[in-house]
């Protein structure tokens, strides 16, 4: 079936380190698979941070930024600078692009930024 | 920014018992979707539904889950009668348009606890 594997947490950093979070996929199933970055901040649901529905394409939000790679199966998130607030659980996703809404999420990957 | 509320955040019960857990996605969402999270496990899709009807469901999708809206209301998924694999966190998602093309909003889940 479908997979996703991301960086195993906790992951400390400090503000204005530098930040990457890895993402593979296997996805056995879809031939075009869609990638997404959701992120849960404290107290809040699941949100969307990034989407790419394209191959060899970037996709960016609040200073992170992701490339979807089809030769390596990979969605790395990136940030050149955290912030305290970037501390939450990220997830890294992939789901049909025939579409129902079916994601395949990663494990999450606690990232806690320290001042 | 838009928020999907969930009732209960945790219930307790007996096996065999009837549970109901409520959904209240964002306004003018169309689409509604619930996954479940077992502790320490990835979060997985159970099923999605639109304009009353399920379009899609995953094999943990039991004979004993259900799921409807009724009439604009809450969004529920029903499970009857309960057994002991049945304990997670359950998350509600809403989107307006289907998922991989719009941005589902998530819960922030409600805890199952069957004794």
């Known amino acids: 079936g479908d997979s996703v594997t991301q960086t195993e947490g906790p992951v400390t950093v400090s503000e204005s380190e530098s930040l990457i979070i890895n993402c593979t996929y296997s996805?056995?199933?879809?031939?075009?698979?869609?990638l997404f970055w959701y992120v849960r901040y404290p107290g809040e649901g699941l949100q969307l941070l990034l989407k790419v529905i394209t191959a060899g394409q970037k996709g960016s939000s609040r200073g992170f930024e992701a490339t979807y790679n089809k030769e390596t199966t990979s969605f790395h998130l990136q940030k050149a600078s955290v912030q305290e607030s970037d501390s939450a659980v990220y997830y890294c996703?992939?789901?049909?692009?025939?579409?129902?809404?079916?994601?395949?999420f990663g494990d999450g990957t606690v990232l806690t930024v320290k001042p | 920014g838009p928020k999907v509320l969930q009732i209960p955040s945790h219930q307790i019960i007996d096996m065999g018992q009837m549970v109901t857990l409520n959904c209240d996605p964002v306004?003018?969402?169309?689409?509604f979707y619930w996954y479940k999270q077992i502790l320490g496990q990835q979060m997985e899709f159970l099923v999605n539904?639109?304009?009353?009807?399920?379009?899609?469901k995953s094999k943990l999708f039991k004979d004993q889950f259900s799921v409807e809206r009724p009439d604009g209301s809450y969004f529920t998924l029903k499970i009857q009668p309960t057994a002991l694999e049945d304990s997670a966190v359950y998350f509600c998602?809403?989107?307006?348009?289907?998922?991989?093309?719009?941005?589902?909003?998530f819960g922030e889940g409600s805890k199952l606890t069957v004794l």
């Open positions: 306004s003018n969402h169309l689409y």
């Open positions: 996805a056995t199933s879809i031939a075009y698979p869609n």
């Open positions: 539904f639109y304009n009353g009807k399920v379009m899609e």
């Open positions: 996703a992939l789901g049909d692009s025939t579409n129902t809404g079916k994601l395949t």
């Open positions: 998602a809403s989107s307006w348009t289907i998922a991989n093309t719009g941005q589902l909003y």
